[in-house]
């Protein structure tokens, strides 16, 4: 399939986990890939590697949290490309040593997690729908989080900006709609990126995949398909919603896995 050939595709936190497994799957696709990363040699490697097998990518450096990274990231597609038919807003993160319960929460932190996860998605959107509007027509994807949905021990700040980006998500799907803009999610559960296997212990992981509807945990081209599919016109009809890819580990009783054999 070439669903995405004569296209511009904007992704960030383009050169790891979700992000690159994205950027592979778009560039498989007959995509040009703009890829967005704070980690500037990484990115520079993985395009290298691309393009080595024909892709189009340009990799460019790009800090969430600075507006003017944000600003400039923009600026740097359109002066190269001249147009942006996809924005996939997918970086994020936060730091769990700092962002914990309510009740030991560093209060210091909340600019920077929902700079990262929050205001970056607002400003990147704000700034690539001029260009949309031009085209007659864009696409926006949102990378959220099953956080965003369901309550946690820790990860406050993570799962309260997420849940922000899953309703900014039908905002703009509301008001830019008639001008042939989507705009729609996806929420993640547990999926094994290279920072979850650092991070997570594997008795972790076990926990995640005892409590799965399915005998398995997501791995980031899990993520990066169902990316691909709303990004392409298979989805042209699907807009502000968000598409929950967890393995089904949020839609049953919890007890599920304490009363049936696994």
């Not at 399939?1 to 690159?20: C, D, H, P, Q, W």
């Not at 040593?97 to 998605?121: C, E, K, P, V």
Request: net charge neutral; hydrophobic share 40%.
């Amino acid at each position: 399939m070439y669903r995405f050939k004569n296209k511009v595709i904007l992704i960030t936190g383009a050169a790891s986990g979700i992000g690159e497994a994205t950027t592979r799957r778009i560039t498989s696709e007959g995509g040009t890939v703009v890829m967005a990363d704070f980690a500037r040699e990484k990115n520079e490697l993985l395009a290298r590697e691309l393009k080595a097998g024909k892709a189009e990518v340009f990799p460019v450096y790009f800090s969430a949290e600075d507006l003017e990274s944000c600003r400039s990231l923009i600026e740097q597609t359109l002066d190269k490309y001249g147009r942006i038919d996809v924005l996939v807003n997918n970086v994020g993160g936060t730091d769990l040593q700092r962002d914990t319960d309510i009740g030991t929460l560093d209060i210091t932190f909340f600019d920077r997690a929902f700079h990262l996860n929050l205001r970056s998605a607002i400003c990147l959107s704000q700034l690539a729908i001029p260009a949309m509007l031009r085209q007659k027509g864009g696409n926006i994807v949102n990378i959220a989080s099953i956080g965003g949905f369901t309550g946690d021990f820790r990860g406050t700040y993570y799962g309260t900006s997420k849940a922000a980006l899953i309703n900014l998500t039908r905002y703009i799907a509301t008001q830019t709609g008639r001008h042939n803009i989507r705009c729609n999610a996806v929420a993640p559960g547990l999926v094994l990126t290279p920072a979850a296997l650092k991070n997570l212990p594997e008795e972790t992981r076990r926990i995640f995949e005892r409590h799965n509807a399915l005998p398995y945990l997501g791995e980031p081209q899990d993520i990066a398909s169902a990316i691909a599919f709303l990004a392409s016109e298979d989805a042209r009809y699907i807009t502000g919603q968000t598409l929950t890819a967890d393995g089904g580990l949020t839609i049953h009783n919890p007890t599920i896995a304490d009363f049936t054999n696994h």
